[in-house]
T-cell receptor, first 109, second 114 residues
Framework: KQEVTQIPAALSVPEGENLVLNCSFT??????LQWFRQDPGKGLTSLLL?????REQTSGRLNASLDKSSGRSTLYIAASQPGDSATYLC????????FGAGTTVTVRA | NAGVTQTPKFRVLKTGQSMTLLCAQD?????MYWYRQDPGMGLRLIHY???????AKGEVPDGYNVSRLKKQNFLLGLESAAPSQTSVYFC?????????????FGPGTRLLVL
């Protein structure tokens, strides 16, 4: 059974600081890994998807890395803004998504 | 394209009542999923389907039933609702043949069981 852990559970930073969110998983037999954003009371927005054969994926200020052998992924958000405040969920995919509990980020203006 | 839609958006039930949540997708996806999300937790898989007429259990299937009579629809049923089923329910779909293989999520259904 795949176990996905996200550390830390919550993070508060001043605007402009870089964010580092961690995700670990127990079974490396995955097709891909996705990072999602969820605003309070809202649905999920897909941010980045990394195929199992890839090492990293970038979109604007977001960069996600994947190390399958160690069962780890990291999401970097550069130059954080108050609008980045949300919960970030990591999910590993073997055609069934297994989610971590999320990291709730607060960016202070 | 509407993507993935869910009906209803919000519902209040009394313990013991039954209801059906409807998920519909217009992307011709083979795979469909039902998840629940509780406060402070990620999403947990309830049931899923890899094609019309097929269903399978996920991580937390007890108390729920599903049906996939048409490819575009995936129904989640609660036969006798319990307060422990108060949650936000998300439906998703996936086309396994596409290289991105990303799941597309609906907006969620908030269910309160009193």
């Amino acid at each position: 059974k795949q176990e996905v852990t996200q550390i830390p559970a919550a993070l508060s930073v001043p605007e402009g600081e870089n964010l580092v969110l961690n995700c670990s998983f127990t079974d490396s037999a995955i097709y891909n890994l996705q990072w999602f954003r969820q605003d309070p009371g809202k649905g999920l927005t897909s941010l980045l998807l990394i195929q199992s054969s890839q090492r990293e994926q970038t979109s604007g200020r977001l960069n996600a890395s994947l190390d399958k052998s160690s069962g780890r992924s990291t999401l970097y958000i550069a130059a954080s803004q108050p609008g980045d405040s949300a919960t970030y969920l990591c999910a590993v995919n073997d055609y069934k998504l297994s989610f971590g509990a999320g990291t709730t980020v607060t960016v202070r203006a | 394209n509407a993507g993935v839609t869910q009906t209803p958006k919000f519902r209040v039930l009394k313990t013991g009542q039954s209801m059906t949540l409807l998920c519909a997708q217009d992307m011709n996806h083979e795979y469909m999923y039902w998840y629940r999300q509780d406060p402070g937790m990620g999403l947990r898989l309830i049931h899923y389907s890899v094609g019309e007429g097929t269903t399978a259990k996920g991580e937390v299937p007890d108390g729920y039933n599903v049906s996939r009579l048409k490819k575009q629809n995936f129904l989640l049923g609660l036969e006798s609702a319990a307060p422990s089923q108060t949650s936000v329910y998300f439906c998703a779909s996936l086309d396994p043949g596409r290289s991105q293989e990303t799941q597309y999520f609906g907006p969620g259904t908030r269910l309160l069981v009193l």
